[in-house]
């Protein structure tokens, strides 16, 4: 069979203005004006919170599963810096870029739902003040540290742009002059990439620990922060998996199915240890009585773990892991299960007594669809001005239109 060989990332090109970006830009119109009015008169007329529920929609979407779904980079980092197998370098840089404008909207999303959101430029400031014993803190921090973080990972992609170029002669000096000191410094920085997301995802965890009997005993369980990290994890490389197949269909560019198919074999590993902690934990703590009840939560609970397992049960059919239909049907179940999980835990098993309910206002669910309408934006414009995206295009292949076959590449 031939072998692909991967090209240098380059822009990928195109026009940006198109009808799907027009439509998204519209949403993402819609959900600034929707902030502004939020940010005058407050979180009562715009969000269904309350003294119950103090948090809704926008952390349990765009922070506690937003963060997840950008753990692409940090998952594929495991991989590649730690387990040091370098045939998923070429995953790298999508990953990366899909990490940083989540982790963006992520800490958009806790701006927006906090009520004195002007003393956000304090907190780093007035360090005296922190509570050292708060599990929010340290979340906050870390999340916000960690754009930080991704942010100068990705800066000498997007700098290359202009290092060669004539474009500007001002940011082809800067880019000079960047690039090799980027370079110097970026084991650091890979190192604290790695630190990070591993303290904030374990401890959003450990924040809902103090929700205590507010939470459902099937989810409730002092192993949460374990079972937050691993569900991360597994959720980076299914949406590395996606991202790369919708990236290269769109674009017209080879698949790289060997390379994507050993991403989710690392998944496997992930989400059997996942499974396996999670129902131990369960008999351990005496609630097998409340996974076999015949209740809306016990209902709740096997759909999560049916999703665990049907795309376990995808992966390890090893006939059909070069296919990619099928390699995108499992990553696919792979979000959805940790996504479940995830939102089930911070909102719809958390029950803060009798008297509260929940449910998002519009504008909260037009925010919501409009930011993420907004970062896949980002995503489309970055990736066509600049050199994130790898693989061939060969030649006769549609400009426009996503070829549907292609040369079988070698297994890696």
Wanted: charged share 15%; net charge positive.
């Amino acid at each position: 069979m031939t072998r692909v060989e991967h090209s240098p990332p380059r822009p990928v090109g195109g026009e940006i203005w198109t009808k799907p970006f027009k439509v998204m830009a519209v949403l993402f119109a819609i959900a600034i004006g929707l902030l502004i009015w939020r940010f005058f008169v407050g979180l009562g007329p715009v969000t269904g919170l309350s003294d119950g529920y103090p948090w809704g929609l926008w952390i349990a979407f765009e922070v506690v599963v937003g963060t997840a779904l950008a753990t692409g980079g940090y998952a594929v980092a495991i991989l590649v810096y730690i387990m040091n197998n370098g045939k998923y370098h070429p995953l790298v840089r999508p990953a990366l870029l899909t990490s940083a404008l989540g982790y963006t909207m992520g800490v958009i999303g806790v701006v927006i739902d906090l009520g004195r959101y002007w003393n956000v430029p304090w907190i780093p400031i007035r360090f005296w003040e922190w509570n050292l014993n708060s599990v929010l803190l340290e979340v906050a921090l870390c999340i916000a540290l960690y754009v930080f973080v991704l942010w100068i990972e990705v800066s000498p992609f997007l700098l290359q742009r202009w290092e060669k170029s004539g474009e500007n002669e001002r940011l082809a000096r800067f880019s000079r002059w960047a690039i090799p000191r980027l370079k110097k410094a970026m084991p650091w920085i890979i190192a604290l990439g790695l630190l990070l997301p591993t303290m904030h995802q374990s401890s959003l965890g450990s924040l809902m620990l103090l929700a205590g009997t507010k939470i459902h005993p099937l989810w409730y369980t002092p192993m949460l922060p374990l079972l937050f990290l691993l569900s991360c994890i597994a959720m980076g490389y299914a949406v590395v998996v996606l991202e790369g197949m919708t990236t290269r269909t769109a674009f017209g560019r080879l698949r790289e199915t060997p390379v994507q198919a050993g991403l989710t074999r690392a998944a496997v590993v992930v989400m059997a240890l996942f499974v396996v902690a999670r129902l131990a934990d369960i008999v351990i703590r005496g609630h097998v009585a409340d996974m076999i009840a015949l209740t809306p939560m016990s209902a709740l609970f096997w759909t999560e773990m049916a999703l665990f397992v049907v795309a376990l049960v995808l992966l390890l059919r090893r006939k059909e892991q070069y296919d990619r239909g099928h390699l995108f049907r499992a990553a696919g179940f792979m979000v959805l299960a940790g996504t479940l999980y995830r939102f089930s835990t911070f909102l719809i098993a958390f029950n803060p007594g009798e008297g509260w309910s929940y449910f998002p206002a519009i504008p909260e669910l037009l925010i919501t669809v409009g930011l993420t309408a907004g970062e896949i934006m980002a995503y489309i414009y970055i990736v066509k001005r600049f050199p994130i995206v790898g693989g061939v295009k060969p030649k006769g292949w549609p400009a426009t239109a996503a070829p549907q076959t292609q040369p079988a590449p070698a297994h890696s």
